[in-house]
Nanobody, 129 residues
Framework: VELVESGGGLVQAGGSLRLSCTASGRSANGRTFGTYDMGWFRQAPGKEREFVAGITWSDGSTYYADSVKGRFTISRDNAKNTLYLQMDSLKPEDAAIYYC??????????????????WGQGTQVTVSS
């Protein structure tokens, strides 16, 4: 599975951005976007990569880091093989490279590495104060 993020950029604090992650191809075990749990992660300079939000493929359940609850919304359009992250009320501390992940670990467990996980190349989000 190939994942390509887009939509990053520079925004003022309090502003909004919508990230997209478009998937193509199949995994090594034959899975496609529509059967993958999908997640967004981010990594700021000097910090470890952290989980931001996730959405399951089977029932569309969503999960959020406490730091983004109420401000970010994850969604997916399986017909378009695309994952989204709507980011509102952005703060300077949200600045990071944002990555999407096709997650093959257990249901709702986005932070554990699975055997057939795939990552995008990342998109930069910069928030000015």
């Amino acid at each position: 599975v190939e994942l390509v993020e887009s939509g990053g950029g520079l925004v003022q604090a309090g502003g909004s951005l919508r990230l997209s992650c478009t998937a193509s191809g199949r995994s090594a075990n034959g899975r496609t976007f529509g059967t993958y749990d999908m997640g967004w992660f981010r990594q700021a300079p000097g910090k470890e990569r952290e989980f931001v939000a996730g959405i399951t493929w089977s029932d569309g359940s969503t999960y959020y880091a406490d730091s983004v609850k109420g401000r970010f919304t994850i969604s997916r359009d399986n017909a378009k093989n695309t994952l989204y992250l709507q980011m509102d009320s952005l703060k300077p501390e949200d600045a990071a490279i944002y990555y999407c992940k096709a997650d093959s670990s257990a249901y709702g467990d986005f932070e554990t590495e699975g055997e057939f996980d795939y990552w995008g190349q990342g998109t930069q989000v910069t928030v000015s104060s």
